[in-house]
């Protein structure tokens, strides 16, 4: 979850291993400035939240940046929920409230 990440963003290799359409190519940036990244089109869903998320997703190097997660949860996907952080405990809760 990155309730700063205007978008959602899947791992570039994810996206390859799991042969999602390419579709566009667009420049983002984050902290590390501007880049160019491709765009796959791909289903997001969270049994938990009964929710899935349809269409463009940005490649981003989350597993060859050194991160554990195959996804950028951004607030494309946040805005359907209510989230709380716990900031003592570092818990984050999502609700459908």
Request: net charge positive.
């Amino acid at each position: 979850v990155d309730c700063g990440a205007t978008e959602c963003c899947i791992d570039s290799l994810l996206a390859t291993e799991l042969n999602l359409p390419l579709v566009n190519r667009r420049q983002i940036s984050g902290v590390h400035g501007q880049k160019e990244t491709n765009v796959y089109l791909a289903q997001v869903r969270v049994p938990s939240l009964g929710f899935t998320m349809n269409g463009a997703f940005c490649g981003v190097d989350l597993k060859a940046g050194g991160q554990i997660h195959s996804a950028l949860i951004g607030r494309t996907f946040l805005r359907h929920f209510k989230m709380i952080y716990e900031g003592k405990t570092g818990t984050v809760t999502i609700t459908s409230d």
